[in-house]
């Protein structure tokens, strides 16, 4: 994504806040298109209950 390298050389963020930022600028959008795929019923709740399961013990390791 192009917003964490404008983040880090622009306004001079580090890594790990640019990152954070950047995913954060991003939440709106995922929140507004999941409102979206719900009412649709395009989501197939066992496999996106298992890999948000999945990211979150990942992103707790890595962190």
């Known amino acids: 994504m192009i917003l964490v390298p404008a983040f880090i050389y622009l306004l001079k963020l580090d890594n790990t806040k640019a990152r954070g930022t950047s995913v954060f600028c991003i939440l709106p959008m995922v929140v507004t298109s999941g ?3 719900y ?3 395009y989501i197939e709740w066992k496999i996106a209950i298992l890999c948000a399961i999945g990211g979150a013990i990942g992103g ?3 962190s």
């Open 35 to 37: 409102i979206f795929y």
């Open 39 to 41: 009412k649709e019923n």
């Open 60 to 62: 707790y390791i890595r």
